[in-house]
């Protein structure tokens, strides 16, 4: 396997885009189901079970196997945290991924947003946060693997537009969203 590769970063990168292109191809079944709350909410509880089984794909998408929180740089390739530039300014992996999410994404979010069923300023952004707080359940349910449906529901149930009140502060905006991506946090 490793002689297929030039360096042990392009195997890692591939690695990541796997567990990427994985985690998206959950939304493309999600869009096929007629009723956009329960596309959405199948888009999560797929994406949460294959994350909760699989740590490393969480720790993917979060971007936490990529970076050393050290000195803020990336261990493959010596990126620096600039929303997923390169020194030269060019787009790097961080900004390509978030560009590819929410491209992807982002039908689930406009369909139930379109259909009154998405709370008020609910963005697809929204999904880095959302499955940052799911991760920490994942690290503490080792004695309840299931644990993590609970905080999902909680979370869903806060995303339903059934009269709420508006969100205290917006979302992140895309540019806020791939520098999160980049930086991991």
């Not at 567990?19 to 709350?37: F, G, H, K, M, N």
Request: glycine residues 6%; proline residues 5%.
């Amino acid at each position: 396997m490793y002689r297929n590769f030039p360096s042990k970063r392009a195997i890692v990168t591939a690695l990541y885009d796997a567990a990427i292109d994985s985690a998206l191809a959950d939304v493309e079944e999600a869009l096929r189901i007629d009723d956009p709350w329960l596309a959405l909410v199948t888009f999560f509880e797929v994406t949460a079970a294959n994350q909760a089984r699989d740590r490393g794909l969480s720790e993917s998408l979060l971007g936490h196997d990529r970076r050393d929180r050290h000195d803020g740089r990336d261990r493959h390739d010596g990126r620096d945290r600039n929303g997923g530039h390169d020194r030269n300014g060019r787009s790097g992996p961080a900004e390509q991924m978030a560009e590819k999410i929410v491209a992807v994404v982002s039908p689930l979010f406009e369909r139930a947003s379109a259909a009154g069923v998405l709370r008020e300023g609910v963005l697809v952004t929204d999904l880095l946060p959302i499955f940052a707080m799911l991760d920490s359940v994942y690290r503490l349910s080792e004695t309840s693997p299931d644990l993590w449906r609970r905080y999902l529901a909680i979370l869903l149930d806060g995303l339903r537009a059934d009269e709420r009140p508006a969100l205290p502060v917006p979302a992140l905006d895309v540019a806020a969203f791939t520098a999160a991506l980049a930086t991991g946090d």
